[in-house]
Structures are given as structure tokens and as C-alpha cells.
């Protein structure tokens, strides 16, 4: 499984952007996907998670209602459209893949199996 993710940039607060994730090498849709991130001197953070056919998501607490993740299985492509963006949420953002649907509580604990390079999204205040 190769994952790369795009669409990061430098945006003021109050802004928005749109994370893509290009997967390939297996059948993107046979996978859980998910969002990650992590900003310098922290640990990584869950973010959100899609299940297979995009029906069921889950997003950690300081991200509900400002991002969104969905995919497009005939593209084969992930994505994250983050709105009412803080400087807080400076960081380098990573797709991941799963073969299983894991709670968020486990996903945070153990991420997931498979990790794309990460893209940068800073924001000004």
C-alpha cells in the first residue's frame, strides 16, 4: 500500500483547506481509512476515521465539526476538508490505512498499518 497525501499550505486563521490522499498498490476500497497529525515537540493525534464504504466516520473531539473526511473509491483518493482552521491546528497532517474499523481509542494508541507522507498545514493567526 503506497499512500501520499497533498494539500497543505499556509492559511490564516478562520481559513480553510482540502487534504488529499492518493492510495494505491491494493483495493482502496477493502480499507478503513484515517487522519493524522502531528505538530513539533507533540505526540500524534487521531483525527478521523472512514470506514470502508464512507457510511460510517468518527472524529477526535477537537476536530468535530470543523473537519470533514470522506473518499472517493472509484478515484481512489482520500480527503479531509478542514474549515474555521486555528493556529492550533498547525501541523504535518498523514493519511493511514487499516484493513480492520478500530475504535478511535485504539487507533490514537496504535495507529494504523499503513502511513503515507505527511503535508504540511500551517496557520497564521
Known amino acids: 500500500v503506497q499512500l501520499q497525501a497533498s494539500g497543505g499550505g499556509l492559511v490564516q486563521a478562520g481559513g480553510s483547506l482540502r487534504l488529499s490522499c492518493i492510495f494505491s498498490?491494493?483495493?482502496?476500497?477493502?480499507?478503513?481509512m484515517g487522519w493524522f497529525r502531528q505538530a513539533p515537540g507533540k505526540e500524534r493525534e487521531f483525527l478521523a476515521v472512514i470506514s470502508r464504504s464512507g457510511s460510517t466516520t468518527d472524529y477526535a473531539d477537537s476536530v468535530k465539526g470543523r473537519f470533514t473526511i470522506s473518499r472517493d473509491n472509484a478515484e481512489n483518493t482520500l480527503y479531509l476538508q478542514m474549515t474555521s482552521l486555528k493556529p492550533e491546528d498547525t501541523a504535518v497532517y498523514s493519511c493511514?490505512?487499516?484493513?480492520?474499523?478500530?475504535?478511535?481509542?485504539?487507533?490514537?494508541?496504535?495507529?494504523?498499518?499503513?502511513w503515507g507522507r505527511g503535508t504540511q498545514v500551517t496557520v497564521s493567526s
Open positions: 498498490g491494493r483495493t482502496f476500497g477493502a480499507y478503513v
Open positions: 493511514a490505512a487499516d484493513s480492520i474499523y478500530y475504535s478511535q481509542t485504539y487507533y490514537s494508541k496504535y495507529g494504523m498499518d499503513y
